[in-house]
């Protein structure tokens, strides 16, 4: 009944790490890189999610949530970034990170869209992410009271999945009762002024239709439709060109898209 957040898939790397036994060396950072210290959890995903510690020595784990922990080794550079090491015999065995705040990004070297997103444990966006995964759970199993107030947590504290999520619900909920246009629309512009997507403009879409704004629907829908047109990498991607033209047929007719 309800989308994905829409996030632009992630380079999977949990297989490589698996095979990985011999470390990289590297020096001790220095004291310039304590913002690098600390455990990070990877956000990009509600399962098998990645928490990354950064040590002062120099080493640091990777695990996942089932326990299985990998080893690697980092070291700080001079552009105010650092280098994650992991192996020695794949041909992708580094990555960069940066900093801002409590949000760290590696970066493996892929283009665009291939980075993972990771926030510093406790901090105010990791706790947003994770009330977002908790509305999520709830939400699939149908307990939309609890699922909404998490979601609403994680918007209101800037998640933008949540955001996108929420708009997603109150604009094409299959129950009368949890539509609304206008909060609808309110966390789809948010959600589009942080990540302008073409699964948000989609969700935008679809949230002024529902508030009566088919005008202004019919060209966000239109404008996604024309992103999608030019991804090369989105999976399944003709059958989501059929939704996204089905849609926009509607706004034209003057009707919202509710969720089968």
Request: aromatic share 10%; proline share 5%.
């Amino acid at each position: 009944m309800f989308r994905r957040d829409g996030r632009i898939p992630r380079f999977c790397l949990y297989g490589a790490l698996a095979s990985v036994l011999v470390l990289a060396a590297c020096d001790v950072p220095p004291v310039s890189s304590a913002r690098f210290l600390g455990d990070w959890k990877d956000v990009d995903s509600d399962v098998d999610q990645i928490v990354l510690q950064l040590l002062p020595s120099g080493s640091c784990t990777l695990r996942s949530e089932g326990d299985e922990i990998h080893f690697c080794r980092w070291s700080a550079g001079r552009d105010e970034k650092i280098v994650l090491r992991y192996g020695l015999f794949l041909p992708l065995n580094s990555a960069r990170a940066s900093v801002t705040g409590d949000e760290m990004t590696l970066d493996f070297g892929n283009g665009p869209g291939k980075d993972w997103i990771l926030y510093r444990i406790g901090s105010p966006k990791e706790k947003a992410s994770a009330a977002y995964f908790r509305g999520k759970a709830l939400i699939d199993s149908a307990s939309y009271e609890k699922g909404i107030a998490e979601w609403t947590l994680a918007a209101d504290r800037g998640h933008p999945g949540a955001q996108n999520s929420l708009a997603w619900l109150y604009a094409t909920a299959k129950l009368p009762e949890l539509r609304d246009g206008k909060k609808a629309v309110a966390y789809a512009e948010k959600a589009t002024a942080r990540l302008h997507h073409f699964m948000y403009l989609d969700t935008l879409a679809a949230s002024l239709a529902r508030d009566e704004q088919f005008e202004r629907a019919v060209t966000i829908e239109t404008e996604a439709l024309a992103s999608l047109e030019r991804s090369e990498s989105w999976p399944e991607k003709e059958a989501a060109l059929t939704r996204f033209r089905n849609r926009l047929a509607l706004y034209k007719a003057g009707q919202p898209y509710t969720a089968p």
